[in-house]
């Protein structure tokens, strides 16, 4: 939809100013090139208004930056551990569940469409409310000698197809319409028989040019282009170049005398308007706007050449819009959609809250690794990471007095795996390398439906969250802390010790407390990751699924 939406608006934007262009030179074209070739140039044009589609090219000259919906990281809910970390990715803003995005593209989208709607009606009601006029009351020609002159006309055009001709006196200029079943519609005004020869070889030319189609074509540009008020002037000015056309073939083998007549024929046909007309269809008047050049042309007997090359312009312009004027998405977010689930990450947008922020966060982190100092961890504040024995850090852990409360480090980026070392007051003894083995048994991971089943002397975080001992107590008390989430679809299985939501197992689910506090337990047998949405006032609001990119980048997996 925004694809569309983008591509629509660069269209309408792009071929009206290939349309002011060829409009500026179209006076020194028509001095040398057919009117028939610079009516072919405007259908072009029209063409290029209903394919709003083109190329797109990697360095645009001119960019378009169309308005982007900010999707945003929100936090979900649940807990069975409690951690205190500086390394969790920081979610730049809250989002509601109970409050779903609106996005520009979606409102252009239904305006866009409404409109199309009501103006595509309005025509068709006007269409059909005209033809019903037209078969109530027109009448067969009797005139013998007007029927042979069509059937004659017919022969010397080329034309196989049966085209009717009817009188009507609804109208007072003659017109054609229809076009699987073409009718020449003639006014009760007297004409001469030569007129008549004029009128009907004017709208044989039409039909052998397919005008109806491309009218038809029009209107449809005018129902995506609604918006536009350039593409009417566009529609305009090509109804006019189509009669103009239709003039140049009609007296191309006609004398300086033949001309005349067939100019006076148009100028008394002004002189007779109707009120009742169609889109779909010719106008043997065109209009008083168009009248002067429709007679320096037809008295204009210059021989003029096709406009190959000018049609070879604008379809290259067309087609080259893209490189012209395309869109920019280099700054629009990538969007993740996993089971009807969309998870955008943002581009941070550096201002002084942020920046305040920032600096809380380091200071926060300064503060509490500070007692690891004397140990040989340091944090270096510019590249916002950890070193030990010169080598930088990859994940540290600490396991406080409470059982279920650990300080972790995480920084994907590094080289070394370490841990605390306490005594059995608990007390801050030292630090020392530990296997990534280890780590991956307190962490878990997805590369292995195993469960890590650590010994019982080394207790780590997968023993709090998995343990093979299902006792009632635990699991009494499991589901006991994990009621408050039922509404929001995570349900736990006491005789599975599993927890489920939206009907599949879940493998981890974590919970943003504050900046440094996260509740989490993790399944690694389990399918789905999830975690708690809260609002700005930090109120428990909701359940979302993550996407695997951003529990790896939480966790380092």
Known sequence: MEFFMTALITSSITMSAIALFYMAFEPLLAKKYSARSIYFGWLIIIIGLLIPFRPQFSNPLIEINPPTASYTNAPIVNSDIEFTT?????????ISMNSPQIHWFQVAFIIWLAGCAVCMTYYILRHIHFMRMINRWNKEVESTSILDLL???KVNMNINHRVNIKICPCISTPMLVGFYKPVILLPENKMSYSEISLVLRHELVHYKQKDILFKGIMLMVIGIHWFNPM???IVKITNRQCEISCDERVTKYLDIKGRKLYAETIINASRRQT???TALSTNFYGGKSS??????????????KLGFLILGIIIIATITT??????SNSNVKEQVNEENNIITEQTEVKSPERDEFEDKRIEKIKQDSAIYEKFGLTYNEDEDNFCYNNKTVKCFFDKLSDEKNYYFIIRPSGELNLKALRNKNNELIGITLVSKHEVEKIFGSTESNQIPVPKQEDKSISDNIVEENKDNK????IANEYSIYEKYGLTYEKDEDMFYYDGKTVKSFFNKKDDNSYFLFTRPNGLVNIKAIRNEANDLVGIIKVSKKEYDNLFNQ
Do not use: C, H, P
């Open 231 to 233: 593409v009417y002037f």
């Open 474 to 477: 635990r699991t009494d008390k």
């Open 86 to 94: 500086s390394t969790i990715v920081e979610d730049t803003n809250s």
């Open 291 to 304: 009248m002067k050049k429709r007679i320096i042309s037809i008295m204009n007997g210059t021989k003029k």
């Open 322 to 327: 893209g490189e012209v004027l395309a869109t």
């Open 275 to 277: 009120r009742y007309q």
């Open 151 to 153: 059937e004659e006309l």
